[in-house]
């Protein structure tokens, strides 16, 4: 089946060591997302790539940067984790940037930072 | 801007009780509004979109939403809840490029 994968599902790292997550997708959708999700809350929006171009929204701490290096494959990274950033992590793809296009997520990677 | 409130953060039913979670949107534009279900430890699934085509909309697994533009509300039914309900459901609108989620609400099912 077409989808979402998350690698890995879950995630432990220490204060302050760099962590990669990291997403793929069969679908051949032109944007992929990636959002923070804490307890109990809404997914928040990091960045988003359309194709190769990246969107950073305007609240995204530096801490957080990603790569898109083909179309199937994108990366979250975190440089510095901090005790706050433990949360779960969904990547979401869509086919175009429309108002009306349907966002496909994946599971999530919940990252633990100890 | 563009934003959307759920009305309660939790809601319990009885199983085989009717669903009822509240969605209000605020938008400029005609809006594109999405119903989304969370399961615990999982990503976000779409349960049903509303794209203008028709004010009722029916989803997955036995849901449904109503448009109704003179009340800004995309409200989510369901007329007999399954223990498999038990989830978070989220309200989102779709602006520009992104989507603006609602706070959430979750549900548990009583049996």
């Known amino acids: 089946d077409a989808m979402v994968i998350q690698n890995p599902r879950y995630q432990v790292t220490q204060f302050g060591k760099p962590v990669t997550l990291s997403c793929s997708q069969t679908?051949?959708?032109?944007?992929m997302y990636w959002y923070q999700q804490k307890s109990s809350q809404a997914p928040k929006l990091l960045f988003h790539y359309y194709d190769k171009d990246f969107n950073n929204e305007a609240d995204t701490p530096d801490n957080f940067q990603s790569r898109r290096p083909n179309t199937s494959f994108c990366f979250l990274d975190i440089r510095s984790p901090g005790l706050g950033d433990a949360a779960m992590y969904l990547c979401?793809?869509?086919?175009?940037?429309?108002?009306?296009?349907?966002?496909?997520f994946g599971p999530g990677t919940r990252l633990l930072v100890l | 801007a563009q934003s959307v409130t759920q009305l309660g953060s939790h809601v319990s039913v009885s199983e085989g009780a009717l669903v009822l979670l509240r969605c209000n949107y605020s938008?400029?534009?005609?809006?594109?509004l999405f119903w989304y279900v969370q399961y615990p430890n999982q990503g976000l699934q779409l349960l049903l979109k509303y794209t203008s085509a028709a004010t009722l909309v029916k989803g997955i697994n036995g849901f449904e939403a109503e448009f109704k533009k003179s009340e800004t509300s995309f409200h989510l039914t369901k007329p007999s809840a399954h223990m498999s309900d038990a989830a978070e459901y989220f309200c989102?609108?779709?602006?520009?490029?992104?989507?603006?989620f609602g706070g959430g609400t979750r549900v548990l099912v009583k049996p």
């Open positions: 938008s400029s534009v005609p809006p594109y």
């Open positions: 679908l051949n959708h032109n944007v």
């Open positions: 989102a609108v779709g602006a520009g490029n992104k989507l603006t």
């Open positions: 979401a793809t869509s086919r175009d940037r429309l108002a009306q296009e349907t966002q496909y």
